[in-house]
């Protein structure tokens, strides 16, 4: 390493230490871009891939009020997918390289989004868990230290609240009513619950990712102790519409001032992880046939833009006089 | 063919305040660039009027010039009200 | 008179709604993230509408029908949509080729339902017509770009045009409801709209360099709620939940 390097180095740490953003044209350790590339773009395919299992009821929303809500929903999932993508783009990589990633099955996301839409409960569970444990993570993410990813946060966190919301409130609407709407959100938490635990991502001791993550305060708080707010804040929302969460382990810990809840099946995540999960195939062969199907169509659309520039140049008079 | 270009978007949130960066985006050309910046980014009455720029047009500074460039600018505290002392009975000046 | 006045604000929602519900399917599927922004925003505008419209002819059927009554509880043969809006998506060209055959209607339409005798009704198309103003602005763009973007995208949307063309002659044919609403000052002249509509759609469709297809023999029937076999299966999706599970709150 030469002294400029070092010199490169001890700013950058320092700039850590002191919670200076890292911006774009900073000079950043590779290792760190590498990092947030795959963590900013993994976040971006979990936000479109998402939007497939809940696009999966707007057609069939029980009430004009409930589709918009949806549709509102699941576009702002687009949003976020777009607001990440943007963000890894400025550590010097395209959408279209990262899409490539998504669809070669090198890019990982989150994998809660390959278990299958059953019920119309199950967008209420979505909602409530998934984007309860979502926004558990993407607060603390507004806080972390690369810039672009922050903003992006930020905006994300703020579009986010009505989320959870419209799923809690379809559950309790469900809890409200009769005795089969009631075991249809029994149903979905039961099976929604232990893959929301498992968004957090492994335990701290199985965890590759988060000693580099916390150091670089890309995250600010270890899965287990991110995993433990989930539990914490979702209990008494179940105990309210008078659901119960499936784990007989589950219980108030007095001493610790916190839940203890039972083990998550680390098996399952990992086969969904690496592909097979029940809807994984399908997920993927959803986005790579909207890419496919939509090259045509940005492809007529470049070659208008030219035409339309070369068109413009041409008539344009050499001097302008402003 | 080539990927549609990145648009820097800047939107005035109301009149009487200027346009500020809110993000960016994918578009062939300025005509697509404004419609998407307005399905993107004032789904919630975030804007009344915005700007958009192709992102290889806006010129930054390296922050490897930091030092000359902002630095400079640290000692000149005369540039700021604080640096002059006033009696107390002057409330406001 | 309310029957006919029923039946004419189930005519124009229905339109909303059968389109609104077909974008909506896109949601996820689109060619990029910026158009399924795009398109869902228009689906999102069109659904609004149609809940404005079910909402008005709810209160005026009274019996505490509900705007998703009137959404989710019809038969095949009650809805009164053109059969324009219920074509399928197909790939992007029939998607934007329907939504600017449509557009150029809507907004037409909605220029002189904005003045008519109904202060409701004239009060949502006012409402309204902004949210299309941008809808035609939209699709229009869209038809130009790929008319004229690429040699594949031009064919793609002449075979559109050329499969999507023959639905647009039944927006202008008068049914009896509308003849009648007409004659109370608030039903709109069809008719009358159709010189505009012909001159505003071919001036786009020339920038597009495409062509409007000759033709002898149009398709209707959806206004009278006679529908192409789609249909059916748009209502088996749509209706699922509430034929599934009835008289419930959801």
Not at chain 1, 156 to 164: D, P, V
Not at chain 1, 266 to 289: L, T
Not at chain 2, 15 to 36: Q, Y
Request: hydrophobic fraction near 35%.
């Amino acid at each position: 390493m030469s002294q400029k390097e070092i010199n490169l180095l001890e700013d950058f740490e320092q700039k850590i230490k002191d919670d200076v953003k890292i911006e774009p044209k900073n000079w950043m350790p590779e290792k760190y871009r590498k990092t947030h590339i795959r963590q900013i773009s993994q976040h971006a395919h979990s936000e479109i891939v998402g939007m497939l299992p809940e696009g999966n009821w707007v057609s069939r929303a029980p009430t004009l009020r409930r589709k918009v809500a949806l549709l509102a929903k699941v576009q702002d999932e687009a949003g976020h997918g777009l607001y990440l993508y943007s963000a890894a783009e400025t550590l010097g990589i395209t959408r279209d390289e990262l899409f490539e990633q998504l669809h070669s099955g090198k890019a990982k996301y989150s994998s809660i989004f390959n278990y299958p839409t059953v019920t119309w409960a199950d967008i209420g569970a979505i909602g409530w868990l998934v984007d309860g444990a979502a926004i558990i993570n993407q607060v603390m993410l507004t806080n972390t230290s690369y810039g672009p990813y922050a903003r992006a946060m930020v905006r994300i966190c703020k579009e986010e609240s009505f989320h959870q919301r419209q799923g809690y409130e379809i559950m309790m609407t469900l809890c409200n009513g009769t005795e089969e709407q009631k075991e249809m959100a029994q149903d979905a938490l039961n099976r929604w619950w232990w893959p929301s635990m498992m968004m957090f991502g492994p335990t701290d001791a199985e965890s590759t990712h988060t000693a580099q993550s916390m150091e670089w305060k890309l995250k600010r708080k270890t899965n287990d102790e991110l995993r433990q707010m989930f539990v914490d804040q979702t209990k008494p929302q179940a105990d309210l519409i008078g659901l119960t969460i499936p784990d007989k382990d589950l219980k108030w810990n007095e001493e610790r001032g916190k839940h203890d809840f039972g083990e998550i099946d680390w098996e399952e995540f990992w086969q969904v992880v690496k592909g097979h999960g029940p809807c994984n195939k399908e997920r993927i062969a959803a986005r790579v046939k909207a890419y496919d199907e939509g090259k045509w169509v940005r492809d007529a659309a470049m070659a208008y833009a030219e035409k339309q520039a070369q068109k413009e140049a041409a008539t344009q008079p050499i001097s302008k006089t402003a | 063919m080539k990927n549609w270009p990145l648009w820097e978007v800047f939107i005035r949130s109301k009149n009487g305040l200027e346009h500020r960066h809110c993000g960016s985006l994918h578009a062939a050309d300025a005509n697509m660039a404004l419609e998407n910046a307005r399905d993107v980014y004032t789904r919630r009455m975030e804007g009344v009027s915005i700007w958009v720029v192709e992102s290889k047009h806006v010129v930054a500074s390296n922050p490897e010039n930091s030092g000359e460039l902002f630095e400079p600018a640290k000692d000149k505290v005369y540039r700021h009200p604080t640096f002059y002392d006033l009696p107390d009975e002057i409330k406001h000046m | 008179m309310k029957e006919n006045l029923i039946k004419y604000i189930l005519g124009i929602a229905d339109n909303s709604l059968i389109l609104g519900q077909r974008l909506s399917e896109l949601c996820g599927h689109g060619p990029s993230l910026e158009t399924d922004i795009a398109l869902t925003n228009i689906s999102l505008d069109l659904l609004g509408q149609t809940r404005s419209y079910f909402q008005y002819a709810a209160k005026l059927k009274g019996e505490n029908t509900t705007e998703d009554d009137l959404a989710f509880l019809r038969k095949e043969r009650q809805y009164l949509n053109a059969l324009l809006v219920e074509q399928p998506n197909g790939d992007f060209a029939h998607t934007i080729v329907r939504q600017f055959l449509f557009d150029g209607f809507h907004l037409l339409f909605l220029e002189q339902l904005r003045t008519c005798a109904d202060t409701q009704l004239a009060a949502i198309a006012e409402k309204s017509i902004k949210e299309v103003k941008y809808h035609f602005r939209f699709s229009s763009e869209w038809v130009k770009r790929l008319g004229d973007g690429t040699e594949e995208s031009h064919e793609k949307m002449q075979v559109a045009i050329n499969d999507l063309w023959i639905f647009t002659n039944e927006l202008f044919l008068m049914t009896d409801a509308e003849t009648a609403m007409h004659r109370e000052g608030i039903g709109v002249d069809l008719e009358s709209l159709r010189a505009d509509y012909q001159e505003q759609i071919s001036e786009i469709v020339e920038e597009a360099t495409l062509q409007i297809p000759e033709t002898k023999y149009w398709q209707k029937g959806g206004k009278q709620g006679i529908h192409s076999e789609q249909m059916g299966y748009i209502l088996a999706d749509m209706q699922y939940m509430q034929r599934a599970y009835p008289n419930m709150q959801w």
